[in-house]
Structures are given as structure tokens and as C-alpha cells.
């Protein structure tokens, strides 16, 4: 490798990229990657970009490209010939955790609820903390679930004086789920269109059978809790209740990667310099050769990428955050088992060498070698390697640019 090294020319930022330049020698001499397949784990891809860029190959939109194979292997394209993102949140463990803070039981005398009155509760009650960890409520969105009796026995009804007996038919609530910036306009309105679970749905009892996404919502959520009435016949009969049950609420359902790359840029960075291979429309030829300086190292490799951050995210980008950074994902989340869900699934397509420019991250304060342990994900690796000889798994070693991780 030291003979491609004095190829390398100077980028306009080092050390954070690389111009491999128009001299590469192991190119020229046919060291290109082709009839190659190589996998790489990261951020995610600008597809669109020109060193991935693949036609459409339609002769009324020449120009037109076409997104990579999701979830799919596709070996007739010249780059990206899988784009795999695990949805499954429980491989990652990005799956909803209760916040404990964010509960509320319904028992006893303080869960009566009068005939034709409404329970209300916010979450969390100071909306300053919905933006911040473990919440982050404003730009990641949560989960709720919920469940919810309504009893009559033993509570006296509307009609009956108080402890002069019971109203013990069943009765019904609704429950409304809102974001806390639309509770003044559903209270005046009680449009439900404004609710983000079925909150036209009534019954004796109202429970969720799992957690219910929600979108991101800035300061939080309210939970409008009504009493609906009797049951049966006497549907319009108002009845005094008592509320039986809790509400939870969650962090956001995370999944594992998406169809995206990060603000930075991250992983389309990492293709780049690994296997980018300069394609344009034919009208931008001119611009394809000049791009083509900074072709990658194996420029006629195949591509299989696997996507471990969650950056396109709809919910998560249109999220009121001024920073526009997105808390939903801010970190990279690689599936537990690395040999089963990263390795072994590019590997049975044919790729031998699988690249990961990503790794433990050194907190504000902590020395360098905070991260110098062999760990999980270490041996994971090493295990891949050792049931797959031909194969070679690749790593950063760190990310502090020319700063030197000591032993």
C-alpha cells in the first residue's frame, strides 16, 4: 500500500478528505476493484450524487437518475448495488422505553371523573424538558400507550344524591391524544382531525395493544380523557366515574437506518473515497471529467450499503428544531449482532471486504484513550473473521484526525 501513498495529493482541507488524484497507479495498472463487491457500513448516501449517480437510462429523460435497490440486491448497476436499512427497532435496540416520569395511574377516589367533564394531562408538565434526553419529544417524536376503564359501580350518577346509591350500568370514555400546541384549538373545536391516535373510538374500556407512534411534537403532548356516558339505551345518560387504568408515555419508535445520509455527509463521504466513481448525464460531460480527479480507490467496485443512522426521517426533519439538527438520531445505531445482521447479509451477496468508519465516540472531557478497549463490536468482528478467512472486516481507527490515540 505505501506505493499508492505518494500518489495522494493534497485535499483543501486536511485531514478530514483525501484526493487520491489523476496519477493512481494501482489504477492504471488495473487495480480498480472491478468484478469486485465490496460492503460498506455507515451514516447513509446521497444517492444522487455524482459518484454513485446511476442513469435511468430513459431515452425521453436522459438526465433522469433512479434511487438504488432498497432492501434488494440489483448486481446489473455500475455502483450501489444494494441499499439495506434494518426497520426492525428491537436489532438495534432503538425499540420505545418507558419514561418513568412520563406515567400517570388512575386509582381510587382520585380518579373520579364527573358526568360530562374531562380528565386532561401534559406530558411532561414543564415543556422545557421535552426537548431535552432521555424525551426528546420535540424533534424525536414519542409513543403512547394506554389503558383505561370506566367504572360505575359503587359512584352515584348524576340523578342520585350523593351516597344514596349507585349507577352500575356500564359507561364509556374517549381518549384524545394531542401535540400540546394543538390542545387550545381541539378544546374549542373538538376537531379530530387535530388527534394523533383514533380518538373518536369510545367503550368501556380503551386500550392500546402497542405502542402508538407519535410525530414530533415541541413541548410535548396533552391526553384529553372524557367521560361519554352510559352505555346501552341510555346512551345520552350522563354518569359519574371512576377512571381505572394509566397512561404511559415512550420514547420514539428508532429505526435502525433509513433511505438518507446525514447532515454531514458522512457516509457518501466514506463511498467516495473508498469505491466513487464519477457518472453524469452525457450533457455534463464536462463536469463528469473533472470530477473524476477524485475518483475513490476501487472506482469499479460494486456497492453494498447498509444504512445505521436515521437521518430521513420526515416526522424527524420537519421537526421545529433552529439548529436543524435532529435528536432523533443522534448517534449511529448498529445492529446488535453484528456477524448476523451486517456481515453475514453482505457476505452471502458476494462482498469480501466490508468497511466501517465509525466507532466509539470520546465524550467532551475524556482522554483519547477512553475509547481503547476491546469491546462487543470488536469481537464480533473478530469472530466474522476468524468463521470467514477470505473475508476482511475494516475499520477507523478513531476519528480524531492527526490527533494520535495512545496505547
Partial sequence: MSIYANDLNSCHNPPFCVNLGPARLHVRRGLDGRGEIMAIADTGIDWDNCFVWESARSPIFPNRGQPPPFNTLDKNRRAIIAYDYITDCSKCGMCPIRVVADRREMRGSGALLMASESRLDIFPQDKLLSAHPSRDYDSGGAAVEYEIKAITTGFPSEFVAQGAGAFDIPSKVSVAVLRRVDLPKYQATGDSKLCLNDCLEEGNVISTTKPVDLPASTGGYAIIIKNMGAL???????AHIQLNGYLQMLTARKPCGDEADDDMGHGTHVVGVAKGEADTPSALEDKKRAAATSNGVAPAAQLIFHDIMQNGDVACLAAGDEGGICNKVNRMTPPLDLQRDLFAKAHNAGARVHLNAWGCKVPAGEAAEYCNY???????????????PESLVVTAVGDAGGHILKS
Fill in 232 to 238: 346501552g339505551a341510555q346512551t345520552d345518560s350522563p
Fill in 374 to 388: 476491546y469491546g462487543t463490536d470488536a469481537a464480533d468482528m473478530d469472530a466474522f473473521m476468524h468463521a470467514n
